[in-house]
């Protein structure tokens, strides 16, 4: 985390540089490209307790945005001759109208998620312990408003609050008990708050 915070502050940094820079708001309304972080869109649900930030990859076109979104987590660590591995996989989609009103843009619509998880654990032969395959999927939707500020021609900040909808299926492979022991479905709801930094091209 402490080098996410590194990243955010050093955008920012940039960020201010570039207003003082600017003598002109340039923001091209017509088609704009660039990416994105959120300081707090962390699925705070995790499973198993992964903690990882979304990247934007906002495209305006018009009356329009588009804004795919992605996230990758591995860790693989050894603890007691016992292999374990987590890992984290998570793609998006949103679909937004907007309205521009000089460097402030209000935006409302919708996000689609879908989310894999894994935990792994391999014991050695010998061991009494099992071995572990648990694998959780998650589709979500979220109708979304937001809005963010350009405070240059190519920085913004801004936050949305969505409502979320996930569909939950959750599986565990076990040697003791043969495949698939356990099944479950959830569903959960539950409002999502989101403060992004953007940077357009």
Known sequence: MNKILES??????????????QTEFEYDKSLN??????????????FPNIIVPLVYFPIDVGKFMIEPSASYFKEERTRDDINFTDSDVTVGLGLFHKANYERTVIYYGLRFYQRRE???RYPPLESSLSTLNKSRYTRSIAPTIGGHYFFSSHFSLGGDVSFQRDFLETSEDSDDYGPYDSYDRVTINATKIRIVLRYFL
Do not use: C, P, R, W
Not at 8 to 21: D, K, N, P, R
Not at 38 to 46: I, P, R, S
């Open 33 to 46: 490209i660039g990416f994105g972080v959120a300081f707090y869109d962390v699925f705070e649900n995790g």
């Open 8 to 21: 955010i502050i050093l955008m920012l940094l940039i960020g201010f540089q570039s207003v003082t820079a």
């Open 118 to 120: 894994k935990e792994e």
